[in-house]
């Protein structure tokens, strides 16, 4: 039996109402009909406020034909104004809350990862209102079926994942934003107060099942629950990337996590003899860096910086975090052990050498990198990837005041002769300035 989406709703409605339901759901097709599609407008508040969890964990068997509806009521296009699926956004915000607490009731996995994506690319085209959906379900959503979801099914939220953090970066509303940290018995593992990428941190807490790790070098051994966890996330990371996804806006507190991740996966590659694991690490070490990273040439931006509080303000980041943070970066990448494997190695290498860019970028107008302190902490981070600063393009992503400050005001001799090398526009500048004219 095939339903135009008004009748469907209608039906659903009276469904959810407790009347008697006639409908074998079982057999039903629901289909758009632009003749009459408008017409579900006028359920809409009815229809939002059915869906909440006891309503569609009693009538679970309504779960499929939900989904179809929502299917076709997100992804339904407006030729005007904010599109008809933006009339929706707070039902589709209803019923992923309510699977997210519920979805083993519910079922239907497949379909609700489906109405999940279109949900997500609607938000970044619709750009509501913080309440008129839950981040917490969202993120909650991908902790729970994450191993379930098909990477297209994740991908708008993957990239809309910064700007959810953005939204809810300040006041109480932090609060509901995901934390994740790794720390040793030396730290205190407290959580940041810097928002982190909900995108990023929705990946590892449903590939590893928490958001916090204490460890000490013993766990990366194989048999160790920590190191057995690395090879969850490192296979979770290597499907996602390997379906063309990207995580964009990772700031530098989300770049943090991945250099320790980095740093513990070799740890763990170097301490088991199984080439098929250290092939899954490798994966996984290619894949979160392909993930969290920029294109190797694309030019930095302010807006868009890793040295902001968020990817969406042009403002650099002031937290008296931020030292302490860069201290533990530098130190994760000397302490990360060389595993001889080429692809762990090079995608180390381009780690660092983009920290080292992206913090080199706003290093002459952040008090953090412009000060004696900041200075030596920026040519630690350039020592970690000296050998991805020596050709031209390693440089392509700063522009020439940037590449002028570091000739002249860095400190850096061995960063300064690299550029002056590769960079013959820069000789006259840099000459003038050091005979102080």
């Known amino acids: 039996m095939k339903l135009n989406n008004n009748e ?10 407790g009347r008697e339901d006639r409908t074998d759901w079982s057999n039903v097709v629901i289909e758009p009909d632009p003749a009459t599609d408008a017409n579900c407008i006028s359920y809409g508040s009815t229809f939002e406020r059915l869906l909440t969890t006891k309503n569609l964990c009693d009538k679970a068997h309504l779960t499929k ?22 009339f929706f ?3 589709g915000a209803r019923f992923i809350s309510a699977y997210a607490e519920r979805g083993e009731t519910l079922g239907s996995s497949a379909d609700a990862s489906e109405v999940f994506s279109l949900f997500n690319a609607l938000l970044s085209k619709h750009d509501p209102s913080i309440g008129d959906y839950n981040v917490k379900a969202v993120t909650d959503f991908v902790r729970g079926y994450l191993d379930e979801m098909k990477p297209e099914d994740l991908r708008s939220f993957l990239s809309y994942g910064s700007m959810l953090t953005h ?14 940290v790794i720390y040793d018995r030396t730290q ?39 190191a057995q966890s690395l090879l969850r996330l490192s ?42 694991v250290r092939r899954r690490y490798e994966q996984g070490v290619s894949a979160l860096v392909a993930l969290t990273l920029k294109e190797p040439t694309s030019k930095l931006t302010h807006l868009g910086s890793v040295y902001a509080a968020t990817a969406h303000t042009k403002k650099a980041l002031v937290s008296n975090e931020t030292p302490a943070m860069i201290d533990r970066m530098i130190e994760a990448a000397q302490n990360r052990p060389a595993t001889g494997s080429p692809v762990i190695e090079s995608c180390a290498l381009r780690f660092n050498r983009q920290v080292y860019l992206e913090l080199a970028f706003r290093a002459s107008k952040a008090d953090d990198l412009n000060s004696v302190e900041g200075k030596g902490r920026l040519q630690a981070l350039a020592d970690v990837a000296r050998d991805g600063l020596r050709s031209r393009d390693d440089f392509s992503p700063l522009g020439k005041g940037q590449k002028l400050w570091l000739t002249m005001h860095s400190d850096d ?19 003038v300035h050091d005979l102080g004219v």
Do not use: W
């Not at 939204?167 to 994740?180: G, I, P, T, V, Y």
């Not at 300064?416 to 500048?429: G, I, Q």
């Open 8 to 17: 469907a709703m209608k039906r659903l409605v009276e469904a959810y109402s």
């Open 235 to 276: 296979d979770e990371l290597h499907r996602i990337s390997d379906a063309g996804c990207h995580i964009p806006g990772c700031q530098l507190v989300d770049l943090h996590l991945v250099s320790q991740t980095i740093t513990a996966i070799s740890k763990a590659y170097s301490h088991t003899d199984d080439s098929a």
């Open 89 to 91: 956004v707070k039902a």
């Open 413 to 431: 001799e061995r960063t300064k002769m690299s550029l002056l090398e590769t960079h013959p526009e820069l000789h006259k500048t840099t000459f």
């Open 167 to 180: 939204k809810h970066q300040e006041d109480e509303h932090q609060e509901s934003l995901k934390k994740f």
């Open 65 to 86: 034909p939900l989904c179809a509806l929502l299917k076709n009521l997100l992804a339904a296009p407006g030729e005007k104004g904010p599109g008809f699926g933006n």
């Open 188 to 226: 205190d593992g407290e959580f940041p107060t810097l928002p982190m990428n909900q995108a990023l941190l929705s990946v590892y807490i449903g590939a590893l099942g928490r958001a916090a790790y204490c460890i000490e070098d013993v766990d990366h051994l194989p048999e160790q629950p920590f």
